[in-house]
């Protein structure tokens, strides 16, 4: 059973279009963090999250936290090829010092 | 460097040999974590080591993996008698505290012919 649901698994989009990456689980974090991985490469931490309904801008990208800690969303405006990569939710339990990772969202943004 | 090393980056090797990976840590981070991802997936704990307290070895998948990490110093993972599930990318990752951000390594890519 996997703790951390990401959906869509995969998505293939054109640029210039928007899109949302959802990350659901039935258990409380207190924090969430999002990763982007690109091919040959270890995850790099985007945004962590830590406030039940925090809402955190990067540049095109927004990630929010819900309100009970459960879940979170990526949303990107304005995808760019650049965008492309696995992107990866991690949740931090209450009580615990490691995270658990989704399976991750494959994103390619087409020119 | 600044980030975290690890080496080889890959690795190719015949079933039933031993394998040692390893990962240098960014100076002075006391956490360190080694995860499994196999292709195109999420990251799969495999231990985590805090300073000199004992580790959490909860996800080793079984006893041919094993793991060393002296202080903050560097770590080594160890594979025995490998069978092919076990290839995959192994990250490591170090980060300043138990609850402090993840920096990662590019990763060792493992085959098991």
């Known amino acids: 059973t996997q703790l951390l649901e990401q959906s869509p698994q995969f998505l293939s989009i054109q640029e210039g279009e928007n899109l949302t990456v959802y990350c659901n689980s039935s258990s409380v974090f207190s924090s969430l963090q999002w990763y982007r991985q690109e091919p040959g490469e270890g995850p790099v931490l985007l945004v962590t999250?830590?406030?039940?309904?925090e809402v955190k801008k990067l540049k095109r990208l927004t990630f929010q936290f819900g309100d009970a800690r459960k879940d979170s969303s990526l949303h990107i405006t304005a995808a760019q090829p650049g965008d492309t990569g696995l992107y990866l939710c991690?949740?931090?339990?209450?009580?615990?010092?490691?995270?658990?990772f989704g399976e991750g969202t494959q994103l390619t943004v087409n020119p | 460097g600044a980030g975290v090393s690890q080496s080889p980056s890959n690795k190719v090797t015949e079933k039933g040999k031993d394998v040692e990976l390893r990962c240098d840590p960014i100076?002075?981070?006391?956490?360190l974590y080694w995860y499994r991802q196999r292709l195109g997936q999420g990251l799969e704990f495999l231990i985590y080591f805090q300073g000199n307290s004992a580790p959490d070895k909860s996800g080793l998948p079984s006893d041919r993996f094993s793991a060393e990490r002296t202080g903050e110093s560097v770590s080594t993972l160890t594979i025995q008698r490998t069978q092919q599930e076990d290839s995959a990318v192994y990250l490591c990752?170090?980060?300043?505290?138990?609850?402090?951000?993840?920096?990662f390594g590019d990763g060792t890519r493992l085959s098991i012919l």
């Open positions: 991690a949740g931090l339990k209450t009580s615990g010092s490691r995270l658990t």
């Open positions: 999250v830590v406030t039940g309904g």
């Open positions: 100076s002075g981070h006391t956490a």
């Open positions: 990752a170090t980060g300043g505290g138990a609850r402090q951000p993840q920096h």
